[in-house]
Nanobody
Framework: QVQLVEAGGGLVQPGGSLRLSCAASGSRFSINAMGWYRQAPGKQRELVASITRGGITNYIDSVKGRFTISRDNAKNTVYLQMNSLKPEDTAVYYC???????????????WGQGTQVTVSS
């Protein structure tokens, strides 16, 4: 089964930076679009940034100019570089990917386990 493993979360002061990574693992699979979602306590999960296989990106307005999503297709990994972090960015961040499992013969949508990002003085 395809799995997504996230890393890079932690505690950072306002104005600091973090880089999240999400690596897909498994056997004989391909990935289409990938993205990062976040969920703060008491709020719904929201899409923060997405990137197509061809490199087209999209961001919510609140993170434009501060966050950058990128991917390495050869490594099946997506990244989220977060700069100028604000307390409002505090949330659990989840990686998402959709693709095709060639071994099992079906499309899939997978979520990472979530990584906590806390921005506080």
């Amino acid at each position: 089964q395809v799995q997504l493993v996230e890393a890079g979360g932690g505690l950072v002061q306002p104005g600091g930076s973090l880089r999240l990574s999400c690596a897909a693992s498994g056997s004989r699979f391909s990935i289409n679009a990938m993205g990062w979602y976040r969920q703060a306590p008491g709020k719904q999960r929201e899409l923060v940034a997405s990137i197509t296989r061809g490199g087209i990106t999209n961001y919510i307005d609140s993170v434009k100019g501060r966050f950058t999503i990128s991917r390495d297709n050869a490594k099946n990994t997506v990244y989220l570089q977060m700069n100028s972090l604000k307390p409002e960015d505090t949330a659990v961040y989840y990686c998402n990917a959709d693709g095709y499992d060639h071994t099992r013969g079906y499309n899939y949508i997978k979520w990472g386990q979530g990584t906590q990002v806390t921005v506080s003085s």
